[in-house]
């Protein structure tokens, strides 16, 4: 039965690290369209209802790079969390692995974090609204952030912790 739960979690956290791969091409793709036919999408901008008093290009390419780095970051969080499911599942508790992946997620989570609060600031300092659902952040959200950032240290330290308790228990016998 542990057995299946792991697989299962395993296979939904690769399908979501895909899509959030995907999502960062798809938006990369839409950079380079943006960058290519800047003239049309600006145009196309202005006309949509975004209460900005003028569209320039660097912002939307500034849009743009950060929902990549969003998707990313998360992408990067999700392939960490599925090597520590793999390990879990071949039992391998307290390993120096697990502890340096709950730390990347750790960092991960916090750069993710970060480039959401800068670029809320952003949005909210040009009073645009409603620029994409990459960017439509509560304190919901950032809570959210928060407490996973805490779940991920406290990973980190029990895998630290049972990793020398390990040892010390090895050491003995």
């Known amino acids: 039965?542990?057995?299946?739960?792991?697989?299962?979690?395993?296979?939904?956290?690769?399908?979501?690290?895909?899509?959030?791969?995907?999502?960062?091409?798809?938006?990369?793709?839409?950079?380079?369209?943006?960058?290519i036919f800047k003239d049309d999408v600006i145009q196309v901008v202005e006309s949509q209802q975004f209460n900005l008093q003028e569209v320039s290009l660097p912002f939307i390419i500034y849009s743009c790079l950060s929902a990549v780095m969003i998707f990313i970051v998360a992408g990067f969080s999700l392939d960490k969390f599925e090597k520590i499911l793999?390990?879990?599942?071949?039992?391998?508790?307290?390993?120096?692995l697990n502890s340096k992946y709950s730390k990347n997620i750790l960092i991960a989570i916090l750069i993710l974090t970060i480039c959401q609060i800068i670029s809320k600031l952003v949005f909210n300092?040009?009073?645009?609204?409603?620029?994409?659902?990459?960017?439509?952040?509560?304190?919901?959200?950032?809570?959210?952030?928060?407490?996973?950032?805490?779940?991920?240290?406290?990973?980190?330290?029990?895998?630290?912790?049972?990793k020398s308790l390990k040892e010390d228990s090895e050491s003995i016998i």
């Open 86 to 96: 793999v390990n879990l599942e071949k039992k391998e508790y307290f390993s120096d």
């Open 1 to 35: 039965m542990k057995s299946f739960i792991f697989k299962i979690a395993i296979i939904l956290s690769k399908v979501l690290r895909y899509i959030s791969y995907l999502g960062a091409g798809f938006t990369l793709l839409g950079s380079v369209l943006t960058l």
């Open 125 to 162: 300092y040009f009073k645009v609204d409603n620029v994409s659902g990459v960017f439509n952040l509560t304190i919901k959200d950032y809570l959210t952030n928060i407490i996973l950032m805490v779940i991920a240290f406290s990973s980190m330290m029990i895998f630290n912790s049972g």
